[in-house]
């Protein structure tokens, strides 16, 4: 899968394809339905499947601190689509000028100067441009004018209900990974690189692995019972994700990982974490003693309901 990120890397050669636009975040199962749709379309014209992304994504631009959590930082998202038969994946900088577009200069610079597309497929909710002016019925409209097709995807719904980002965004709050697992088409993962903490950890009887989450606000907040795949092993363990208020922290969230029966260097590795239960919410404890002592809970906990 080739990456372009930003209209002034397209070259000539990557004039004609299919494609599709949007957010794309947590690749859910609504997203895989489009891209289904998408790679039927590239096969049927001999043409590449190309999917346009934003990053920032639109809310991440108007409102950087209101913005929802992600589901998948760009690295995560990039591999899921290309797991998806994605061909291609053009990454716009969603900045002043983007968000100024009118709908049809969108069409005019992105779709028609930029990727030269012969087939666009969305989901039958889809708007965009200046003020989100642009529709289903404009596209039609456009494609008649510049000899492209368009085709509108079913609605995907899972318990009647649409399935969505935003949905899953409420599900995993909830802590239903069984849900989210439906609507994902994969369990819940998040994966980073190891990187070096504290090293308090340790001292408190808690070694852990601590997964860098860069800048992205986690969908996800609280103790949960994990599993990691390392080496071809499952791995089962559990895992906290937050601002760790009870040790001075530098305000961002943190994710970090104990794996039960394990002592190895994980430093530097990229792991991939699975999450299945909530065990509680991050508490902010008087004491590094009244910490210890609920990890201490935690390990056991976690421990009996993997069978340990
Ligand atoms: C299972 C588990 C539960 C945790 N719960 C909390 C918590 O409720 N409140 C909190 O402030 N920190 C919590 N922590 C984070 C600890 O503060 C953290 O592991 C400790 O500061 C060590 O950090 P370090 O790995 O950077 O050295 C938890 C950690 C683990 C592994
Ligand atoms: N459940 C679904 N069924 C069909 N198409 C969908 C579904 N969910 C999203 N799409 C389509 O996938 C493309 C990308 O969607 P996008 O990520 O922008 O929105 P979303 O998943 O609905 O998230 P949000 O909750 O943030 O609106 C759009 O064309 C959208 O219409």
């Known amino acids: ?51 346009v992304i934003f990053e920032p994504q639109p809310r ?10 992600r ?25 002043r000028r983007l968000r100024e577009l009118s709908a049809e200069q ?33 596209l039609q409209q456009s494609g008649r004018a510049h000899g492209f097709t368009v085709e509108a995807a079913n609605t995907v719904a899972e318990s009647g209900e649409r399935i969505s980002s935003s949905r899953l965004r409420q599900v995993l709050a909830d802590g239903d990974f069984i849900l989210a697992s439906l609507l994902l088409g994969r369990p819940f993962s998040i994966t980073g690189r190891v990187v070096y903490g504290q090293q308090l950890g340790r001292t408190i009887g808690a070694p852990t692995a601590n997964i860098q989450l860069k800048r992205v606000n986690p969908p996800l907040h609280g103790v949960y019972r994990v599993s990691v795949e390392l080496d071809g092993v499952v791995r089962k363990g559990v895992a906290n994700i937050g601002k760790r208020p009870s040790v001075s922290g530098d305000g961002k969230a ?35 003693d009244a910490l210890q002592a609920a990890i201490k809970a935690d390990f056991a906990a976690a421990r009996a309901q993997w069978g340990l």
């Not at 028609?112 to 909710?125: F, M």
């Open 1 to 51: 899968m080739e990456l372009v990120r930003g209209l002034h890397n397209l070259r000539p050669r990557h004039r004609g394809c299919a494609a599709t636009i949007g957010n794309f975040d947590g690749v859910h199962v609504g997203h895989q339905a489009i891209l289904s749709r998408l790679r039927a379309h590239s096969e049927r014209l001999g043409l590449p499947g190309c999917v």
């Open 60 to 69: 991440e631009f108007f409102a950087p601190d209101a913005a929802p959590p």
């Open 71 to 95: 589901l998948t930082r760009l690295r995560e998202k990039l591999t899921l689509l290309q797991q998806n038969g994605v061909d291609r994946v053009l990454c716009l900088a969603f900045n």
């Open 106 to 138: 969108f069409v005019q610079q992105v779709l028609i100067d930029g990727l030269g597309v012969r087939h666009l497929e969305v989901g039958d909710d889809f708007r965009f441009g200046c003020d989100r002016s642009g529709d289903f019925a404009f």
């Open 254 to 288: 943190h994710l970090e990982v104990h794996l039960f029966d394990f002592s190895g260097d994980l430093y530097g590795r990229r792991l991939t974490v699975v999450f299945h239960q909530k065990l509680r919410d991050e508490k902010r404890f008087d004491s590094l």
